[in-house]
């Protein structure tokens, strides 16, 4: 459950982030980025909606480790759309956005700390007109405390 707990509160956290951002939609309107966990939603074939500008929260992996100390990956996949060559602004703009309120506050759902370094990246190819980055976090999440019975 610790695993969801902090994938819906980072996706709470990232909504408020980008509440007051707008970026250009496939259908050439300005919209907020949705914020997703782990995938897109399904399409059906009757489906016409876009999903860009998005935000992915997705789990990568955790590690519980000596020293008292238990961790979670978290990736952010970014989407955005633009049909000229400056579309890469609009993802690393939200890069921004996104590492200065995770800096701020590096605690969200009042039980998970974001441990630095802060990676991210543009990837080599992009999907013209979507462009695409990454964000890779780790994050400290609640231990489970051994139980020890001498019966």
Known sequence: MTPVLLMRSLKTFL???????????????LTKPQ??????????????????P?????????????????TMKINLIIGTYSKDDDGFID???LFEDIRQALLKKRIVGKSFRMELPFIWRMFDEQPWPGWIGEINTLWTIPQVQEEVNFE
Not at 15 to 29: A, C, I, Q, R, Y
Not at 35 to 51: I, M, R
């Open 54 to 70: 998005f935000i992915i929260v997705r789990a990568a992996g955790g590690e519980d480790a000596d020293g008292n100390k238990s």
């Open 35 to 52: 914020v997703f966990l782990e995938q897109l939603p399904q399409k059906s074939a009757s489906s016409q909606e876009e999903d860009f």
């Open 91 to 93: 993802v690393l703009n």
């Open 15 to 29: 909504e408020g982030v980008v509440e007051n951002v707008e970026l250009t939609s496939p259908k050439g309107v």
